[in-house]
C-alpha cells in the first residue's frame, strides 16, 4: 500500500513571494490534514478536511495561507505571501473516515520550507 | 498555550537499558494518548497509544503507563536498541475529535 505522498520535498523562497504544497493521501483515506512543524515543535494541525469539506481550521491563519481538496482526494497549501516564521516543515496526514473512536493518522514526509 | 509538554528535549542511554520519556498535559478533556516516533527527513509514524481507561499497555519493548490524577504519561523502552534513536512525541486527543495534539519532542539517542 502507498503511503501519504507530498511535492516538493523542499523549497527555498524569499519573503513576501507565494509556495504551495502538494499532498495525495493514501487511497481511500476520507480525512486529510495538514500540520505545521516549526523547528523545536510538535506538529500544530492547521486545517482538517473530511472528503472535500473543511472540519477544523482554527489555527490556519487566514490572511495568508489557504487549503484545498476539491475532489476529496488530494490537497494543496497555499501560503501568500510568506513571512520568515513561515519556514517549518508542513507535513500532510491522511486516516480513515473520522467518527467516535480514533483512526491512525498516517503521515507524509513532508515538505521543509525555508523563508529567507 | 502548551496543553502537552514534553519537559526533556532530549535523552541519552546506553543500548541495552531502558529508556524513558515523560509527557505532561493540562487538558483533563482528553482520553486517548499516542506516543509517535520520527526519524529525520521522515514523517511521524505511531508507536504505540493508550486510553484514558487503562494505565498500562504493553506492546513488545514498548510500555506506555498513564497516571490520570498526575495528568503524566511515560513511555519506558526496554532494552534499548540503536534503531530506536529518534524524535519521540507525545499526542492527545479529547473523546470524538480527530484532532492530534502534540508536545514539543523528546530526542532520544542509544549508545552503543
Known amino acids: 500500500e502507498a503511503g501519504v505522498a507530498q511535492s516538493p520535498r523542499y523549497k527555498i523562497i524569499e519573503k513576501r513571494q507565494s509556495v504551495a504544497f502538494w499532498c495525495n493521501p493514501i487511497s481511500g483515506h476520507a480525512t486529510l490534514y495538514w500540520y505545521q512543524q516549526i523547528l523545536g515543535q510538535g506538529p500544530k494541525l492547521l486545517i482538517q478536511f473530511q472528503n472535500n469539506g473543511v472540519v477544523d481550521d482554527s489555527q490556519l491563519p487566514k490572511d495568508r495561507f489557504s487549503a484545498e481538496r476539491l475532489k476529496g482526494v488530494d490537497s494543496t497549501l497555499k501560503i501568500q505571501p510568506a513571512k520568515l516564521e513561515d519556514s517549518a516543515v508542513y507535513l500532510c496526514a491522511s486516516s480513515l473516515v473520522g467518527g467516535s473512536s480514533y483512526n491512525e493518522q498516517f503521515f507524509g514526509p513532508g515538505t521543509r520550507l525555508t523563508v529567507l | 498555550d502548551q496543553q502537552v509538554k514534553q519537559n526533556s528535549p532530549s535523552l541519552s542511554v546506553q543500548e541495552g537499558r531502558i529508556s524513558i520519556l515523560n509527557c505532561d498535559y493540562t487538558n483533563s478533556m482528553f482520553d486517548y494518548f499516542l506516543w509517535y516516533k520520527k526519524y529525520p527527513a521522515e514523517g511521524p509514524t505511531f508507536l504505540i497509544s493508550i486510553s484514558s481507561i487503562k494505565d498500562k499497555n504493553e506492546d513488545g519493548r514498548f510500555t506506555v503507563f498513564l497516571n490520570k490524577s498526575a495528568k503524566h504519561l511515560s513511555l519506558h523502552i526496554v532494552p534499548s536498541q540503536p534503531g530506536d534513536s529518534a524524535v519521540y512525541f507525545c499526542?492527545?486527543?479529547?473523546?470524538?475529535?480527530?484532532?492530534?495534539?502534540f508536545g514539543q519532542g523528546t530526542r532520544l539517542t542509544i549508545n552503543p
Open positions: 499526542a492527545a486527543l479529547r473523546q470524538g475529535a480527530q484532532k492530534l495534539v
